[in-house]
């Protein structure tokens, strides 16, 4: 049988990082490693062709090769999926539906053949197996969760690396915490369940004799969800693993309490992790109370941000305004913790009602959930009808983004950032690719965001006070331009 793995295109978003990827001329941020676990769990003896519609077209030959289509993908790739789904039907292409959009919103996709729900681990092989028994079903779903210890390594050998800037692996799944917005405990439970160290070096053994030696995300919801085994098991192997391997560097998801840990984020930066992305929604102690987010409640959180930054784990932060308590000035406050703080990439996005979430359940009983959510963080959008006026939370929130990405704020944040943060002595070794890569993303800067850019007073002087203050952090200062311009054009694009 032949398969394409189809993944839906993504829009323009705020992790997308589209207009920073030209800078090192990367077509994609990273690949879809649902669908390269899945095509692990297929027959050996099928066909498989991945189409990465943030890498490459769909084509007509694709379509008249496969006998169906295998496609995932999140929320925020609706509309693409749409399109992936017509053009299958078009051409007579069975398709097979799984992921975090399809589990959460089956009954959106009446048109699809076979929806295989959950995680894949569960659902997959009993779809299989009718499959070719000529008995397949619509449905197929699980109430439980999946042994990650009998997850398959990826598929990686269906990528073109060079397309990507990033490559990810997946240590655990669930999160011990029961925020009420978020949908991770919904989809994948309360207890984290992990992979064996030994998988994982496994996973990374093979990406680095493929030729891979650049960054790795751990896409975990929250590493530190099970800490014993990442202390005792896990970071042990990577510290042992990455010392002939220098170029691979680590970033991941964590609850803040990793600030509490000095041994843990010793033990992380000297395996490779140097950034860490923080789920602290808001400073307004009644919104943390409200959403249940236990874990961030009376505490000092710009020591707790500062900590990590000291110890070499450059902080990015996600927050959320529309609570029902938070008041006109609330967006201010977060705004003047985040210059504080010196948290550079801060995705400031309106409150969603998620299916499956609590909040959901919630405020669809008191009929304040008006339509579908996007799935985009940031496009100024909420599907809740909030406490506020709605025109007011939308006007008061652009306006607060757009300050928050304007060059003066932006890279005022950045010398806060480096005024604090600790290089890891443990540095990255790269060879010439890399290193070539780095060369051409700076002159690149120099013309785009040096000369013609509107930032450009303040990529200068940014770069003047590196040279003299943190001359260590000089690429990375460069890098965090980038990034900052990727995020004004994106923000930009779609508040306006």
């Known amino acids: 049988m032949n398969v394409l793995l189809v993944y839906p295109e993504f829009p323009d978003t705020f992790w997308s990082f589209k207009h920073a990827l030209r800078f090192i001329r990367k077509k994609a941020a990273y690949p879809p490693l649902g669908l390269l676990t899945v095509a692990s769990m297929l027959p050996r003896d099928w066909s498989k062709r991945l189409v990465d519609l943030n890498v490459r077209e769909l084509t007509a030959d694709d379509l008249a090769w496969a006998d169906c289509a295998f496609v995932s993908a999140m929320a925020v790739q609706r509309e693409s999926v749409r399109r992936v789904i017509a053009r299958c039907q078009q051409a007579a292409v069975r398709v097979v539906a799984g992921g975090p959009l399809f589990t959460a919103e ?18 997959l092989l009993p779809f299989l197996e009718d499959l070719c028994h ?63 160290a030994d998988q994982i070096i496994g996973e990374l053994q093979s990406l680095h004799g493929l030729g891979w030696d650049g960054n790795v995300f ?20 990577l510290i042992e693993w990455r010392r ?37 929604e808001t400073t307004n102690e009644a919104g943390l109370a409200e959403c249940n987010k236990k874990t961030n409640l009376n505490r000092d959180l710009v020591a707790d941000v500062k900590r990590m930054h000291r110890a070499g784990l450059q902080v990015q932060g996600g927050f959320i305004v529309g ?76 306006a607060g983004l757009r300050r928050l990405y304007s060059p003066q704020v932006y890279y005022q944040r950045i010398r806060a950032f480096l005024r604090d943060y600790r290089k890891p002595r443990v540095a990255a070794r790269w060879g010439w690719a890399p290193a070539l890569s780095k060369l051409w993303a700076f002159v690149l800067s120099v013309c785009r965001l040096g000369i013609v850019g509107k930032e450009r007073i303040e990529y200068w002087k940014l770069l003047v006070w590196t040279v003299f203050r943190r001359p260590r952090a000089f690429g990375l200062a460069v890098t965090l331009s980038i990034y900052g311009y990727h995020f004004r054009r994106s923000c930009e694009a779609r508040l306006t």
């Open 106 to 123: 089956p009954d959106e996709f009446p048109e699809v053949d076979h929806l295989v729900l959950g995680e894949a681990e569960l659902t």
């Open 134 to 196: 000529g008995r397949a079903k619509h449905l197929y779903a699980t109430s439980g969760y999946a042994d990650m210890r009998a997850s398959p390594p990826p598929t990686w050998e269906l990528l073109d690396l060079g397309n990507y800037a990033t490559m990810c692996v997946q240590y655990s799944r669930g999160c011990p915490y029961d925020c009420e917005f978020c949908n991770v405990t919904a989809l994948l439970g309360h207890r984290p369940r992990t992979k064996s």
């Open 218 to 237: 751990f896409v975990d919801d929250n590493l530190i969800g099970n800490k014993k085994d990442l202390k005792t098991e896990l970071l042990p192997a």
């Open 244 to 280: 002939r391997r220098r170029g691979i560097t680590f970033n991941t998801e964590a609850s803040i309490n990793l600030a509490d840990d000095p041994e843990l984020m010793r033990q992380m930066v000297e395996a490779g992790f140097d950034m860490v992305f923080v789920g602290i």
């Open 323 to 398: 609570f029902d308590s938070d008041t006109p000035s609330t967006l201010q406050r977060l705004t003047d913790f985040i210059q504080s703080a010196g948290i550079v990439t801060a995705m400031v996005g309106l409150l969603q009602a998620l299916p499956g979430t609590r909040l959901h359940k919630r405020l669809l009983e008191a009929g304040r959930v008006l339509e579908r959510h996007s799935g985009d963080n940031v496009d100024g959008t909420t599907n809740i009808v909030p406490v506020a006026g709605g025109e007011l939370v939308r006007d008061g929130y652009r």
